[in-house]
Nanobody, 127 residues
Framework: QVQLVESGGGSVQAGGSLRLSCAASGIFSTNAMAWFRQAPGKEREFVAV????????YYTDSVKGRFAISGDNAKNTVYLQMNSLKPEDTAVYYC?????????????????????WGQGTQVTVSS
């Protein structure tokens, strides 16, 4: 069965850094992988996406310049490097994979676009 497993979360001080990893297992094809996050009492929100076609990336405004999404094809793993962390970044972070290709990158901002999800990893940023 297809599985996505996140790791790398933890507790850091404001201004610190973390690198999240998402390891994929099982046989499936993906056109895009993304990170979403969900804070207490909030909706699950888009953070970043990597689309293989054109190596296109897109980030939500609040993390632009601070976060970077990347992948390692040999390890079948996607990463989220998070720098200059702020308390408002505190959330459970989820990895997601989409089998579908969309030319309009903004389509991947919607959770319904994604077919597979990880279990989530907690990120806590203290001030």
């Amino acid at each position: 069965q297809v599985q996505l497993v996140e790791s790398g979360g933890g507790s850091v001080q404001a201004g610190g850094s973390l690198r999240l990893s998402c390891a994929a297992s099982g046989i499936f094809s993906t056109n895009a992988m993304a990170w979403f996050r969900q804070a207490p009492g909030k909706e699950r929100e888009f953070v970043a996406v990597f689309r293989r076609s054109g190596t296109t990336t897109y980030y939500t405004d609040s993390v632009k310049g601070r976060f970077a999404i990347s992948g390692d094809n040999a390890k079948n793993t996607v990463y989220l490097q998070m720098n200059s962390l702020k308390p408002e970044d505190t959330a459970v972070y989820y990895c997601a994979a989409s089998k579908s290709y969309y030319s309009w990158i903004y389509r991947y901002m919607s959770p319904e676009t994604f077919d597979y999800w990880g279990q989530g990893t907690q990120v806590t940023v203290s001030s």
